[in-house]
């Protein structure tokens, strides 16, 4: 379809996502046998006796529901180089990376040439409502993407983070250029092996395109605003490489200089009207519509653990729109942002009917959490049975099981979920949480956004005083007796003690979930902790996920650091300068 065509045929897109999701039980009803008699060979569909059945009524009686602990055997004797059919009718020559910000470490899933057409599905659906609403020329993206090294695994397959995966692709960049969305960095910048000289081109190639530049992108909000917190430290040795007309020295691997050459010119009237630009920002508000001016949106993901960012981002766009990208994981896609004129923080997504199979787990609040041994079959059977895409009901919260064309099965995601609405018979959702993602320690329980709800709530204290919280994580202390909260901060300047004791007390408070009240108040769990940290302590973070072969674009700051992940806990409590603990109770 790509190759046929120079640009993407808009409204044909939407009329055939119309159509599909007018009609969206038959279409998952035949995703679902596409992918059976695809992968009806596989050792895993053939050991659960279906025979050869592919309506959902069989499906959901012979296979259960697994996570990713369950397919990790398989899946290993894939990455060892299994050669017979697994998981799939085809064979996996590539696996994906997850980012492991979740729990430590990354998971391997499966990659394949029908996962790749999903993303572009994906791709082609949301930037097709996108253009109706915000048209692009043919111009430029600055998009700070960055692909890490595909490595190989033990049996010859070929490694790398789920981005890298879709940059490596050559199927990528047709897509890009069919959707005039075309980065303005040459590919030896996105696949250089160093990341922050990588973001130093990114930068410096969208100055000299400045004119050109249609949109910003990243994968995630917190790589754009990491770029332009960057630009800020960097702008002048920019200026001076523009004068100049030569690259800076601290770009030293040869292939991106060489490719860098060939776009840098000495420009001097560019270099003063980039130091005039920046020199009249207050406080470094509206800066890319002023490096930019023909910026029409900002766009990447920007919801769950990235609405932290919004603030700043908001800041650095002044009144440029700010798009939330797609919702998928390393796993798969679920939904496209087909309703771009919404604010960031009300962005849903409706589910494409046929890039997998879907069902959901109702959640409930006198529902028992499923434990991960497996073992205890009472708690399990007390889980309510998942219900199909089209029974969802508005207003609920869910968690979503993904089948999908790259071997996974019944496969819970871990995601939680809200039902907002409905785009003709698909269902439109909001993502509230990452189910896993717990502040416990008796009987309350504190998901991502509570943490998130607290920390925006504590942080208007700061606010006043000018200051802002860069970033933040958390971790339950269980050493203590009772055991309690840690809430790690790092902030952009000086606080007071009394402020930061307030804060402290804040946090605290707005924490409202029943069993925390409760527990608080009759000394079951301990005063909360908040502890401050140095500047520059996320980056390290950062740093070290890099190590373990993370891509940048793929980073998301652990927002609840287990026992587990001790590495990260590790940087964290070395880097304290401060820690005061609660009062509030």
């Known amino acids: 379809m790509l190759e046929k065509m120079e640009i993407l045929h808009v409204e044909k897109v939407i009329e055939e996502f119309e159509t599909m999701t007018k009609d969206t039980e038959n279409v998952q009803r ?73 729990q430590g470490r990354p998971k391997f899933v499966p990659f394949n040439d029908e996962l790749m057409e999903t993303t572009l599905q994906i791709f082609r659906t949301s930037y097709a409502f996108r253009n109706r609403e915000f048209p692009v020329k043919n111009g430029k993206a600055l998009q700070f993407i960055y692909s890490s090294k595909q490595s190989r695994t033990k ?140 910026v029409k949106y900002i766009y990447g993901i920007m919801t769950g653990s990235m609405e932290h960012y919004l603030k700043k981002l908001r800041h650095y766009a002044g009144d440029v729109p700010l798009i939330s990208a797609d919702y998928g994981s390393s796993e798969g896609w679920i939904g496209a942002n087909i309703n771009p004129n919404v604010p960031t923080e009300s962005t849903t997504y409706a589910v494409l009917p046929n890039i997998g199979y879907f069902e959901f787990i109702p959640l409930k609040e006198n529902v028992e959490e499923q434990v991960h041994d497996r073992g205890d079959a009472n708690i399990l059977s007390m889980e309510p049975k998942p219900v199909s895409l089209t029974e969802v009901k508005i207003g609920e919260e869910y968690e979503v099981i993904v089948t999908s064309f790259a071997g996974l099965y019944r496969y819970r995601l871990g995601d939680v979920v ?7 018979s698909t269902p439109e959702l909001k993502f509230i949480c990452r189910r896993n993602l717990m502040l416990t320690v008796n009987i ?17 204290l700061i606010a006043e005083e000018k200051q802002e919280v ?62 401050i940290l140095r500047r520059g302590t996320f980056q390290k973070v950062l740093d070290h996920y890099l190590g373990l072969g993370a891509a940048v674009s793929q980073f998301k700051t652990p927002r609840c650091v287990g026992p587990t992940n001790y590495k990260v806990l590790q940087i964290l409590c070395d880097n304290v300068v401060k820690a005061y603990f609660s009062t509030a109770f």
């Open 418 to 424: 809200k039902v907002m609405g409905f785009h003709n």
């Open 30 to 102: 035949e995703t679902l046998k596409k992918i059976l008699e695809e992968n009806g060979s596989a050792e895993y569909l053939q050991n659960l006796g279906l025979n050869g059945r592919t309506d959902p009524q069989s499906f959901k009686a012979c296979v259960p529901v697994v996570t990713h602990q369950d397919l990790d055997p398989y899946i290993q004797r894939i990455v060892d180089g299994a050669s017979s059919p697994i998981l799939t009718g085809k064979p996996i020559t590539t696996i994906s990376l997850s980012s492991g910000t979740t």
């Open 470 to 531: 860069i970033d933040f994580s958390s971790h339950v202390d269980m050493w203590t007796d009772p055991g309690h909260y840690v809430i790690f901060w790092e902030i952009s300047g000086e606080v007071s003690d009394e402020v930061l004791k307030e804060c402290c007390n804040c946090l605290d408070r707005s924490f409202v979930d029943a069993g925390y009240v409760s527990s608080r108040k009759v000394n079951a769990i301990g005063p909360l902790e908040l502890r």
């Open 444 to 460: 309350d329980k504190n998901t991502e956004k509570d943490l998130q709800q607290a920390v925006e709530e504590a942080a208007k």
């Open 155 to 294: 049996g010859g397959l070929f490694a790398g983070t789920a981005t890298t995966n879709v940059f490596r692709n050559s199927q990528f960049k047709k897509a890009m250029k069919a959707m005039q969305s075309q980065c303005c960095s040459p590919d030896e910048v996105i696949f250089g092996p160093d990341f922050r000289q990588s973001l130093y081109c990114h930068i410096l190639c969208g100055l000299i395109f400045r004119e050109e530049i249609q949109l910003v992108s990243s994968t995630f909000a917190h790589s754009i605003v990491h770029a332009f917190r960057t630009l800020e430290q960097v702008w002048e040795e920019l200026c001076v490489d523009i004068r100049e007309g030569i690259l800076t020295s601290r770009i030293t691997f040869p292939s991106v200089r060489s490719a860098m050459a060939k776009l840098l010119k000495p420009n001097p009237e560019l270099a003063d009207l980039i130091r005039r630009k920046i020199s009249g920002l207050s406080n470094w508000y509206g800066l890319i519509p002023e490096l930019f001016p023909n």
